[in-house]
Structure formats: C-alpha cells, structure tokens
C-alpha cells in the first residue's frame, strides 16, 4: 500500500523538470545581471587597447590589428549590453545550424583547451 506522501512517477518527473528549470531560469537571472559589468569590462579592455595600439612594437601592422581587436572587443560589449541571455543562445543555436563544421571545430578546441588547463599540475 503507498505512503500517503509518495507521488506517482509522472507527479516526480514533473517535480523535478520544475525544479531544474527554476534553476535554469535563476542562473539566467544571475547571469543576466551581470552583462552590465562584462560589458564594461570589454570595453575598459578596447580602450586600454585604442591607446596602446600605436605604441606597440611591430609597426602598423600591429597596430592596425590591434585597433581591429579593439573593436571587435567594443562590439562585443555593445552585443552583450543589448541582448539577454536567451536571445545570445538563440543566436549561437542560429549560427550552429547554419555552420555545423565550424561550430563542431570549435567545440572541439574549446573542449581540448580547457581538458589542458583543468589536467596541468
């Protein structure tokens, strides 16, 4: 005979998919409140690098990749500044479809880089 506290499968499997997706959704809050400083911090990053730029060693080359990466990095934070954190994983889930290869690639170096930095003494 069951307890009567004990709910069937079905009435645990929708307990925890509830569970885990309030989870999910105040991790995304959290992380959602944190795109403001991230932003800031990219574009502290692209600024020290503007005024670095022409100073480093290499010529114009250098210093024409190194304005580029500044920009890049500015750009990001703009991205970041605008979008909330379903519409950067609706984003990444578009640009996967469209370019599985890479994005595979990419995985996959990610995925080797940090098993190295995670297995170093």
Same mark, same amino acid.
């Given at each position: 005979?069951?307890?009567p ?5 079905d009435g ?7 569970k885990a997706?309030?989870v999910?959704?105040m ?7 944190k795109?403001?400083a991230a932003a800031?911090g990219l ?7 503007h005024?670095? %730029?022409?100073t480093?060693p290499?010529g114009? +080359?250098v210093?024409?990749? !190194?304005?580029?990466? $500044?920009d =890049? &990095?500015?750009s990001?934070?703009?991205?970041i ?6 519409g950067?994983? %609706?984003d990444v889930?578009?640009l996967?479809? +469209?370019?599985?290869?890479? !994005?595979?690639?990419? $995985?996959? =170096? &990610?995925?080797?880089?940090?098993a ?6």
């Amino acid at each position: 005979m069951p307890t009567p506290n004990a709910l069937p499968a079905d009435g645990i499997t929708a307990e925890a998919k509830a569970k885990a997706s309030g989870v999910g959704q105040m991790a995304a809050d959290k992380i959602d409140e944190k795109r403001g400083a991230a932003a800031g911090g990219l574009d502290s990053a692209a600024d020290i690098l503007h005024d670095k %730029a022409d100073t480093l060693p290499g010529g114009e +080359k250098v210093a024409s990749a !190194a304005h580029t990466a $500044a920009d =890049a &990095l500015a750009s990001t934070a703009e991205y970041i500044r605008e979008n909330d954190l379903k519409g950067m994983m %609706a984003d990444v889930q578009s640009l996967v479809k +469209k370019n599985p290869g890479p !994005a595979l690639l990419t $995985a996959a =170096a &990610l995925g080797f880089l940090v098993a190295r930095t995670f297995s170093r003494d």
